[in-house]
Structures are given as C-alpha cells and as structure tokens.
C-alpha cells in the first residue's frame, strides 16, 4: 500500500506503476481510455484532473483506492 497525500505523490506513484508495467503514456492513455495530455497532466501532479477519470487510469493499472482513518459507511447507516 502507498501513502499519497499530495497531487505529486499520485502522479509519481502512477507514473511508476507504468514503467513497472513496460507502458508508454500513450499506451497507458489507450488502455484506460483518457487522452495522452491527460496521463501527462495527471503524471505532473496537476491538482485538478477529474477524480473520475483517475479512477479510471488507477483501475487500468490494476489498483484500487483505499481510505484508512475515516469511518466505515456500513456503521454510519
């Protein structure tokens, strides 16, 4: 597991993620089905790509987002 806690932190674990995986951005891009300029930006830490859309590129590496220290949504009902 990675502790992220800025927009730098993200872009430089994905970006490391992909060269583990032998991926060029635009392979990368392809595979998650964002643009190029978009694995660029989110690459460089800028602070407001669409969560959405990094969701996507996480998911197309083969990871999953994780929330540690806040409460669990199924005691909150």
């Not at 970006?15 to 190029?36: N, Y």
């Not at 790509?49 to 540690?68: K, N, P, S």
């Amino acid at each position: 597991m990675i502790n992220i806690q800025s927009t730098q932190q993200l872009g430089q674990a994905l970006r490391s993620a992909r060269k583990q995986f032998g991926l060029t951005q635009s392979e990368l891009a392809l595979a998650a089905g964002v643009g190029v300029r978009f694995i660029v930006d989110l690459e460089a830490g800028k602070p407001t790509v669409r969560l959405e859309t990094v969701m996507r590129v996480i998911e197309a590496l083969g990871g999953q987002v994780m929330l540690d220290g806040l409460p669990d949504i199924s005691e909150a009902q």
